[in-house]
């Protein structure tokens, strides 16, 4: 069976710190790849997806990256965390690019930024 | 753009209450619609979808009907239980089996 985890569950940065949340799925080959971000008392927003090593699409200007160095490993990273980027990030999962295609999503991370 | 709407919570129910959040949503053609749920300091899990018109979705007593004319994908359920208490979010996918979601519906059941 496939698994998805990512880490670390929660994490407190301080403003201008850099950030590193990592990805990992098991079970399964070339997966599109999913970053998430789910502000306080809002909606869920797409953020990079990826159809491949080294592919990364970005959905929204922002002060992220994401990188896939590995088929079933993908990284969000910054170098320099604003309070903005508070919230909880979500890496997903999806065979193929169907739309129909069931997205699966990991635990996620809790980030504050203070 | 693809957009999907979703009735503001929180929904506040009693036990055994019937239970519906209103979903619509806007786009080219006919995505496939989801309904994912969030239990409280866990991550998104699918509840259930559908990937045509007039298909409906079902899993844990939750129910969804894919309403092309209506633009809609209702959830519904008959009696709810104080388990059932999470954010629910609608969806639709699009190319790239990216998802769009709606604003989330907190709905919390009262025993």
């Known amino acids: 069976s496939q698994t998805i985890h990512q880490w670390p569950a929660t994490l407190v940065q301080p403003v201008g710190s850099p950030l590193s949340l990592e990805c990992t799925v098991e079970?399964?080959?070339?997966?599109?790849l999913y970053w998430y971000r789910q502000a306080a008392g809002r909606g869920l927003q797409l953020l990079f997806y990826?159809?491949?090593?080294?592919?990364i699409s970005s959905e929204v200007p922002q002060n992220l990256s994401a990188s896939r160095p590995q088929d079933r490993q993908f990284i969000l990273s910054s170098k320099k965390l604003l309070l903005s980027d508070s919230g909880f990030y979500l890496c997903?999962?999806?065979?193929?690019?169907?739309?129909?295609?069931?997205?699966?999503f990991g635990e996620g991370s809790w980030l504050t930024v203070v | 753009g693809n957009s999907v709407t979703q009735m503001e919570g929180p929904v506040t129910l009693s036990e055994e209450a019937f239970l519906t959040i209103n979903c619509t949503y806007t786009?080219?053609?006919?995505?496939?619609l989801f309904w994912y749920v969030q239990y409280p300091g866990e991550g998104l899990q699918l509840l259930l979808k559908?990937?045509?018109?007039?298909d409906k979705g079902s899993n844990k007593g939750f129910e969804a009907t894919y309403r092309k004319e209506t633009t809609s994908f209702h959830l519904e359920k008959g009696s709810v239980q104080v388990s059932d208490s999470a954010v629910y979010f609608c969806?639709?996918?699009?190319?790239?089996?990216?998802?769009?979601f709606g604003g989330g519906t907190r709905v919390l059941v009262k025993p």
């Open positions: 786009a080219t053609g006919y995505p496939s």
């Open positions: 969806a639709q996918g699009a190319a790239g089996n990216k998802l769009t």
């Open positions: 079970g399964t080959s070339n997966p599109n």
């Open positions: 559908a990937t045509k018109a007039d």
């Open positions: 990826s159809v491949g090593i080294g592919q």
């Open positions: 997903a999962w999806a065979r193929g690019e169907a739309s129909g295609n069931t997205i699966y």
